[in-house]
């Protein structure tokens, strides 16, 4: 399975803590972690990964959702489900969920 993203630093300026993070998500790949190599698209960089399985590609692009910034993933205050963010700022993972927590709290 040979997956593209675009070429993009993804370590420059993160924290220390962001840093051991990452560090810790790629050893949950058990010591296979994937290899890649840098191509050129139309005078633009990007890499290709070579993954040694299916589960190995999920969880790196896992990895990098739950560290990414913008639209990162987290867990509903609510109902605990997991959700991607649609605002840097969401805690909830819909209205109705949002709605019943703040009866909850009224309670």
């Given at each position: 399975m040979?997956?593209?993203?675009?070429?993009?630093?993804?370590?420059?300026g993160?924290?220390?803590k962001?840093?051991?993070f990452q560090k810790?998500?790629m050893?949950?790949?058990?010591?296979?972690?994937?290899?890649?190599?840098?191509?050129?698209?139309?005078d633009?960089p990007y890499?290709?990964?070579?993954f040694n399985s299916?589960?190995?590609?999920?969880?790196l692009?896992?990895?990098m959702?739950?560290?990414?910034?913008?639209?990162?993933?987290?867990?509903?205050k609510?109902?605990?489900?997991?959700?991607?963010t649609?605002r840097h700022?969401?805690k909830?993972?819909s209205k109705?969920?949002?709605?019943?927590?703040?009866?909850?709290?009224?309670?």
């Open positions: 040979v997956l593209i993203f675009t070429f993009a630093s993804i370590s420059d993160l924290t220390e962001q840093k051991e810790q998500s050893a949950a790949f058990d010591g296979l972690t994937p290899t890649y190599h840098v191509g050129l698209m139309e633009r890499l290709v990964w070579n299916s589960l190995q590609g999920i969880q692009m896992m990895s959702m739950l560290t990414d910034d913008s639209r990162p993933i987290r867990m509903c609510n109902c605990g489900k997991a959700f991607i649609r700022r969401d909830f993972c109705d969920c949002s709605e019943e927590y703040k009866n909850s709290l009224d309670v």
